[in-house]
Structures are given as C-alpha cells and as structure tokens.
C-alpha cells in the first residue's frame, strides 16, 4: 500500500511538472513570438516612412544583420533587397504577405525552414506609389528552443523528481501509519480517517458475527463431545486421507490409544489388515461391516463414509460390543441344537417300543413294560416341553404379576407336594424358619423352590435328609435348601446352571430330569432381583441359598 502511494504521488507530480514545463514553455514561446512580431511591424512603418521620403538609399544605408528588408515592385520584381543581388531573386508577386499587401495594404506569413529547426517572420506593406516594402526576421522554432534549454529542463525535472520522492516517501509513511496502527480486535476504538469509518463498522459486525458463529461451533463442538465422550460404542471420525479428526474414549481404549493419536493417520493406531481393508471400502463403496475380537471381546465395527457435495471427506467408524448378543446367539444355538436332541431321545424311544408292539413281535406278558416305557417317555416329553416353556417365558421376560407371598407357606406346599416321593425312598424332608414375605411372582418363587427340593430329593442318597428353612435376615429372605446327598464335584458347580447341563446324564435321566432345572432357578431368581450361592462337596451333599429381598414393612 505504501508503495503504491507512492508511485501514485510520483506519477501525479511527474505529470504535474511535465504538465507545468510544457505550459510554461508554450507561453513564453507565445509571448517572444508577438513581441518579436511587434517589433517586426513598428520597424516596417518606420522603414516605410523613410523609402517613401528618401527612397532606396535609406535601405542601401541600413546595416541591419538581424532584419531583412526587400522593395518589391508593382509588379512583383525585387527592387531591392538588403541581403541578395535582387538581380538574381525571382518575381516575388505571388508570395503570400506581398499579395496581402497588394490587395489591402497589409500581409504577414511566417514561413518554416525545411529542418522545422528555424521559422522565418514576414510583414509586407504596401507603399504609395504602389510597390511593397517587406521586412523579415529569422528566428529558431520551439523545438530549437527546447532542445537548447534541454539541460537546465533536466536539471529542474531531476531535481524536482528527487524532491516529489522525498514528499512522497514522507506522505505515503504519513498516509500508512494510522492504518498500520489500526487494533482490527476493536475496530471501533480506533481514532483515525473519517472516511474508514464505514469501514470499521463493518470489520466490527463481521467480527461479531464471526465470534457468535465460533462461540455456536464451540457449542456444538462440546455437545458433540458431551455425546460421544458418554457413548459406550467406539466412534472415530477420520478424514479422506484417514486422519484422525476425533476419538472418543471409548474408541480410545478399544484400540488401545491416547488422545494424543488426533491428527495422526488411523494406521498408527490399529494396523490390523482387515480394519483398514474395511475402512478403504467404505471410502470407496460407501459403507462396510467388519468384526473383531479384542481381549476375549467381540466387536463389530460399521465404517460409513462421509460426503460433502457429492465428493468424499471422510469416514466415521463405530464399534459396538457384541460380545453378549454373539454370547446368547451362541447359546440360542446351542439350546436348539439340545432341544432337538433332547425332544429326539424319549420320541425315539416311543417310536421304537410302539413299532415293536405293532409288529406283534412283543409277547403279551411284556407289554406291561412297553407300555410304562411309552408312558414315561411320554411324561419326560411333556416335563421336557414344560420347562422349555418356562425358560422361554423367562427369557421373553415380559411382564408377571408381582404380589406379596409367604416364603415359608410357599415352600411348605412344596415340601409336602415332594413328601411322597422321598418316602419312597426314605428321605426326610424338614421345615423350618419363619414366615417371611416377599414381593414376587408367586410361580417363579414355587418353581424355585420346587427344582431346589426336587434336586436336593432326586440326587439324595436311600434314607438321607432334606432341610429346608425360610429366615429372614435384615431385609432379606433367605431359603436355604440342603441335602445329604451325593454332592457336585468343584469343576461342575459353575456350569449346572448352564442349559441341559447335568453331572452324570444317566442317572439325572433315571430320574425324570431335564437338566434345565437350575437354569429356571437361575432366571428366576434374576427376575425376582435375588441372588443365588451353591455349596456342595461329593459325597456329603449340598446346600442352595437363594437370597431375596424382603417387601416394605407396610405389606408384611
Ligand atoms: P436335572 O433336571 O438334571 O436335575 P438341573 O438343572 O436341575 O437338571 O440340575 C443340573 C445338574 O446338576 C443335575 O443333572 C445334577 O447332576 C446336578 N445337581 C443339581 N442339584 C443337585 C444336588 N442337590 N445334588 C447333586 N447334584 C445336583
């Protein structure tokens, strides 16, 4: 800027004095010319009086070198002429002053030498006997002039040049410093031009505009954060070039990085080929889906590529723990694969006693048999199908009636319901607590009480005990069931509860079990917020607590 008022003040004082020099020299010129002129004429009448009185030899008498004067005769023959033989000069009638003369007295023409260097001035008049006296003068033209005075010029326009640079270089200083110290932080301090006002203003309400649109990314930027940073799935915002733009912690230690790694290319991070295959199809496919397994975890990470006007900018990557949901399709699997077999045995068996009978190849004192075996068969079928209801229904998890419910009546109905069976094999079941209340669901707190006893009798050895007690401790009801039985080895305790899960399958079969027992006792005691501790050793039997939480004193 500076500069540029400076070329502009030079160039406008370079024109000015050019401007100002041709001028000047014009009017001088102008002015030396009319007194030249001037002259010219006066010198002529003074001439004219003079031949008209004493005729040529006044001009044979005149001993001017720096006028010239020629008498030209009517008819247009020099005469005389004080510088040439006028023998020798040419009829002189048709030159321009002299036919002015001849006509009306008077005539003047100037005349330009061939060069244009010199100019020659003429002034004719007329006498009274009809001749014409003419005087001229010789002088150089402008350009002469200005060629000769070319020097001093120079000097002027040097010196003037050099002086309009200082001035220059003084004013465009003087002109920049106030812009130079205008504070753009607050246009509207600023003491300087009038004329930058406007300006000023309109710095001021950009930079307003510009404050609340940074204050409203920050907003947005820390709500962004807020969300991602709450987020239980891993989210990563990469641009084209697979930068990394934003992490979130979840992310962070899934991939076991710092926040350090913003601005870093993703391949820093995890260098796993089938991520990074992953992400390069999102770029260009759009969108890909991949799973991973890290720390006995499984994820499944959706890479989706981001686009702005059509043209991509980057990708976002989400990582969600499937670990559980992969757990219970695993599970599904599982159970349906061990339903199928389960529902297969006891049909098979149906189907084989069945055939037998209706090929006749059964004799009729053991029919008896096949048809106790088809009747058992069928009861372990519809026991079987019983308990995959009830599990199903747990799993749904809808909605039960909650109510409140005497623990120690429940389980006395579930004693006395068992009494038979341990009779027969000389196990004694006993009763003993408090009456407690509970708020449940009464048939989920029955079916736990019922598989607990129904175990503690079945897995019992001929003559040994049950004991079973309903106690209130602080605020929860404990049901303990324990038996002398034959006890679960430390390496099977933790998976009984697991679906069809059984110690010893043969004799768990002989006694009508499904091996989902404790898998209803485990779900129902979840639904019911309770907790459950086993406590077993071979050979001398077990014990099952299950922990519930009392209702408020109110419903007691
Ligand atoms: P089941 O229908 O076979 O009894 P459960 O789910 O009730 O199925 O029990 C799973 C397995 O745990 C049983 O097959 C058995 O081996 C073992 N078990 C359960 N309760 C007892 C207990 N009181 N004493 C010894 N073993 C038990």
Redesign the pocket.
Known sequence: MTQKIFRSIMAAAGAVLIASLVIIMGGLYRYFSSVQEKQLEDELSLAVIAVEKIGQEYLEDLQSDQYRFTWVSENGDVRYDTQSDEESMENHGDREEIRQAFQSREGKSLRYSSTLLEKTLYCARRLEDGSVLRISVRSVTIWVLVLGMMQPILIVIAAALVLSGILAGRISEHIMEPLNSLDLEKPLDNDTYEELAPLLKRINKQHRQIEMQLRELQRKNDEFAQITRGMTEGLVLLNEKNIILNINPAALKLFHTKESCIGEDFLTVERSLNVNRGIQEAFSKGHSEISMEREGKEYQLHINRIESNGSLIGAVVLAFDRTEAAFAERNRREFTANVSHELKTPLQSIMGSAELMESGLVKPEDMAHFVKRIRTETERLVTLIDDIIRLSQLDEGGDMLFENIDVYEAASEVTAGLADMAAARNIKITLTGETVWVKGVRRLLTEILF?LCD??V??NKDGGTVEVSVNRQGTEAVISVK?S????PPE?QAR?FERF????KS??KESG???????IVKHAAEYLDGKIDLH?SPGEG?A?QVTLKISSPQAI
């Not at 079990?513 to 898998?519: A, N």
């Open positions: 598989n175990n503690a079945k897995y038996d039985g034959i006890g679960i099977h009984i899960y059984r110690v010893d004799r768990s079990g499904t091996g989902l027992g404790l898998s077993s077990t099952v």
